[in-house]
């Protein structure tokens, strides 16, 4: 590959959105790959897919949790965890 074509790449790259969800696509392949060769077909006899190991996929355990509401009932409670989340503040800490 010479210099021109590394710079054609480059920019491409840099234009394409969707790089990191390749990315996630890349790996989650790889990580079903690993998981079925693995897998006790007795305890899991269906394989494993690409999707059960991408987060953001709204049918993987992960994605599912990470998607579902969380309700605790106490407002106060509820307050506390969103500033938690999103300041990274815990309860009882007045920095």
Sequence with gaps: ?????FAE???????TP??????DWRHAELMSLLANIN????VRPEPFSATDFIAWWESSPVGAAANAPVDL???KAQSDLIKAMMFGKTKGCNA
């Design 1 to 5: 590959m010479d210099s021109a074509e």
């Design 39 to 42: 897998r006790n077909s007795k």
């Design 18 to 23: 969707d790089r990191e969800r390749d990315d």
């Design 9 to 15: 790449w480059k920019a491409y790259y840099a234009t």
């Design 73 to 75: 009932g106490d407002p």
